[in-house]
């Protein structure tokens, strides 16, 4: 197996296809797919959410030479590399030999991806409405939870997705939420929470402005880390592909520091 053939394994998954969807109907960017093939048969794969010195050193440690990310390894246009430089992973990844394939927005929205496992992960069975609806799966959601009230749903989610680090504003008790994984917090999404009658937004990486509407309208906002609402997700994705690559080694690195 090579690193085009993990590529179309994940494609079967969560298709490449989505992310340029999306980019064309909400105007977004995003730069998915084999970021560095060295077209070597597969001793490994690392799943991380972040092409990570921690990524590379434990690909180094097992031997693997293929690094799986959410974020995107390359994201903007990169015109030189070093050592010290902006894109220092990914040099050091061509060092030692590692390619690196990465899955965003077609994650994302897939269906089982990461913003429904955000979902799942809070307690929602099936979205009531979607912010932005794709050929299959879509982005931003709101659905109903059994409710509960916002210190034990905010204790819930924490223990879920293995995190303390959680900015929590309101008091009303939680029945239905809206959520957006990763930075999804912006004007589009307020306005869809609102709209949709949500009484919690549940998100990361939040402006002022955006919390200043959401509280003004009587929300709840629960803030997790950008890392833990989308590496819960993540390794569940890593497991699926980790099924269905049977001989080659899967491994699999969460950064503490980020949860």
């Known amino acids: 197996m090579k690193p085009i053939n993990l590529y179309q394994i994940a494609d079967e998954i969560a298709p ?20 560095l093939d060295f077209g070597e048969e597969l001793t490994g794969v690392v799943f991380s959410l972040d092409c990570s010195t921690l990524a590379i050193e434990e690909a180094k440690k097992q031997g693997a030479n293929c690094i799986f990310t959410h974020h995107p390894a390359i994201f903007s246009p990169v015109r030189s590399l070093s ?7 990914i040099a050091a990844c061509a060092r030692a030999g590692i390619s690196v394939i990465s899955a965003h927005l077609n994650l994302d929205c897939a269906q089982g991806g990461v913003d429904d496992c955000l979902m799942h992960g809070l307690g929602g069975k099936a979205a009531e409405s979607v912010m932005h609806p794709l050929r299959e799966g879509g982005y931003g959601k709101v659905y109903s939870v059994v409710p509960t009230p916002l210190e034990a749903f905010v204790g819930g989610a924490q223990k879920e997705f293995g995190t303390r680090r959680t900015v929590v504003y309101g008091n009303r008790p939680v029945g239905k939420i809206a959520s957006f994984c990763g930075a999804g917090m912006d004007d589009a999404s307020v306005n869809f ?4 009658g949500a009484d919690t937004v549940v998100s990361s990486d939040a402006k002022h402005h955006l919390l200043s509407a959401l509280i003004e309208a009587g929300l709840n906002v629960v803030l997790l880390t950008h890392y833990a609402a989308e590496n819960y997700g993540f390794m569940k994705f890593g497991e699926k592909i980790k099924s269905k690559i049977s001989g080659v080694p899967a491994y699999f690195v969460t950064d503490e520091r980020l949860l």
Do not use: Q
């Open 83 to 89: 050592v010290g430089g902006t894109a220092a992973n």
């Open 16 to 35: 490449f296809a989505l992310s340029k969807e999306y980019c064309e109907r909400y105007g977004a960017y995003d730069n998915s797919g084999v970021i």
């Open 193 to 196: 929470a609102v709209g949709s």
